[in-house]
């Protein structure tokens, strides 16, 4: 097993033991599986197979303090590929959500989310770290509406560093319809900053500008809770660059179910198409600046589950990916595969 693992896994393997004890006020869940990944290295062209052992970890706790709300969540994940060390790696993803009440019905928001990707071998890494600021207002049950500013900073690092920051400004509404049916929409205006990607003038100069992408973008999101739980959802989002590779719009479709097979046994069901058509095709396969770990991936998710008891799940998940690597235009698939077992506490 690669050397920085090890200690990774072994907290992992004593959180499921100590997980009986049931720490105070503390929810989350451990897992532990074995995964199949057709495209280990999401090639464009031959793909390579492999499989591995993944195991994770979700701790949360909430807080409260007269009119304020915190909410602590640590997460972790660690991979460990035998036949490709350069794939094994860990994740965290630690997380801060803080909410104020202003008035009975007003509240402010802050959300402070990290995800930090490592390789266990120096082949790369990837850092992203989100702050949002929102104001929700719910004059009644039935209604609800947010304005939210939301700032990312991101930093890849493969064999040079990219920077990205991107800027979002929007806002939401949530309309329940019925005791069943919910709706949502929401639009907002966009904005990246490349801040290592330095514009060419010919083939041999370049201007010293940073590459700048601007642009909106809107969804809707129909909810139905009953027996079942299903949704509808739909994005576009339309971005204008000072890049003649980087103008785009991208349309997004989801559809999404879960439903009680039988006592005990559960399936998740998601369906996904995303279109994303740039404006000049000329640059096809050129602009090799974009962000790997953007999640825009298509197609379909299976997930069944079953409940053996003690807050204890067995669960088989198949996932049919269809991303854009870093060259526009430029597609890889795969198919993910994971069987494993999980304990909520």
Request: include cysteine; glycine fraction near 6%.
């Given at each position: 097993m690669p050397t920085r693992l090890p200690f990774i896994f072994g907290l992992l393997v004593a959180g499921c033991y100590l997980t009986p004890l049931r720490l105070q006020g503390v929810d989350g869940q451990v897992k532990a599986a074995l995964y199949s990944d057709t495209n280990a290295f999401e090639a464009a062209g031959p793909a390579t197979w492999t499989f591995g052992v993944t195991m994770g970890a979700r701790l949360m706790q909430q807080l409260v303090y007269k009119r304020m709300t915190s909410n602590v969540v640590l997460a972790g994940q660690a991979v460990w590929d035998p036949a490709y060390e350069s794939e094994s790696k860990y994740i965290l993803n630690p997380s801060l959500r803080m909410s104020y009440l202003l008035a009975q019905d007003l509240s402010a928001t802050a959300d402070l989310v990290l995800f930090k990707k490592e390789y266990d071998k120096p082949i790369g890494a990837y850092l992203r770290t989100l702050?949002?600021?929102?104001?929700?207002?719910?004059?009644?049950?039935?209604?609800?509406?947010?304005?939210?500013?939301?700032?990312?900073?991101?930093?890849?690092?493969?064999?040079?560093?990219?920077?990205?920051?991107?800027?979002?400004?929007?806002?939401?509404?949530?309309?329940?319809?019925?005791?069943?049916?919910?709706?949502?929409a929401g639009f907002g205006q966009k904005s990246i900053l490349h801040r290592d990607v330095l514009l060419p003038v010919d083939s041999s100069v370049l201007s010293g500008r940073q590459r700048s992408d601007n642009g909106f973008q809107y969804n809707l999101h129909i909810r139905y809770t009953s027996g079942i739980i299903t949704g509808f959802k739909y994005g576009f989002e339309s971005i204008r660059s000072n890049s003649l590779a980087g103008d785009y719009n991208l349309t997004t479709l989801n559809i999404y179910m879960s439903v009680t097979l039988w006592e005990k046994s559960f399936a998740h069901v998601s369906l996904r198409r995303i279109d994303k058509r740039y404006r000049y095709t000329q640059f096809d396969g050129v602009d090799y600046f974009l962000d790997p770990e953007e999640p825009l991936q298509n197609l379909a998710d299976l997930r069944l589950e079953r409940d053996i008891g003690n807050g204890i799940f067995h669960y088989f998940q198949v996932s049919l990916l269809e991303n854009e690597t870093t060259l526009n235009r430029v597609y890889y698939n795969k198919v993910l595969a994971e069987f494993g077992i999980k304990r909520y506490f």
């Amino acid at each position: 097993m690669p050397t920085r693992l090890p200690f990774i896994f072994g907290l992992l393997v004593a959180g499921c033991y100590l997980t009986p004890l049931r720490l105070q006020g503390v929810d989350g869940q451990v897992k532990a599986a074995l995964y199949s990944d057709t495209n280990a290295f999401e090639a464009a062209g031959p793909a390579t197979w492999t499989f591995g052992v993944t195991m994770g970890a979700r701790l949360m706790q909430q807080l409260v303090y007269k009119r304020m709300t915190s909410n602590v969540v640590l997460a972790g994940q660690a991979v460990w590929d035998p036949a490709y060390e350069s794939e094994s790696k860990y994740i965290l993803n630690p997380s801060l959500r803080m909410s104020y009440l202003l008035a009975q019905d007003l509240s402010a928001t802050a959300d402070l989310v990290l995800f930090k990707k490592e390789y266990d071998k120096p082949i790369g890494a990837y850092l992203r770290t989100l702050v949002n600021l929102s104001v929700v207002y719910y004059p009644e049950d039935r209604f609800a509406i947010w304005l939210a500013h939301r700032r990312t900073e991101k930093v890849l690092r493969i064999e040079s560093r990219f920077r990205y920051s991107v800027e979002y400004t929007g806002v939401r509404f949530r309309v329940r319809l019925t005791d069943r049916y919910i709706t949502e929409a929401g639009f907002g205006q966009k904005s990246i900053l490349h801040r290592d990607v330095l514009l060419p003038v010919d083939s041999s100069v370049l201007s010293g500008r940073q590459r700048s992408d601007n642009g909106f973008q809107y969804n809707l999101h129909i909810r139905y809770t009953s027996g079942i739980i299903t949704g509808f959802k739909y994005g576009f989002e339309s971005i204008r660059s000072n890049s003649l590779a980087g103008d785009y719009n991208l349309t997004t479709l989801n559809i999404y179910m879960s439903v009680t097979l039988w006592e005990k046994s559960f399936a998740h069901v998601s369906l996904r198409r995303i279109d994303k058509r740039y404006r000049y095709t000329q640059f096809d396969g050129v602009d090799y600046f974009l962000d790997p770990e953007e999640p825009l991936q298509n197609l379909a998710d299976l997930r069944l589950e079953r409940d053996i008891g003690n807050g204890i799940f067995h669960y088989f998940q198949v996932s049919l990916l269809e991303n854009e690597t870093t060259l526009n235009r430029v597609y890889y698939n795969k198919v993910l595969a994971e069987f494993g077992i999980k304990r909520y506490f």
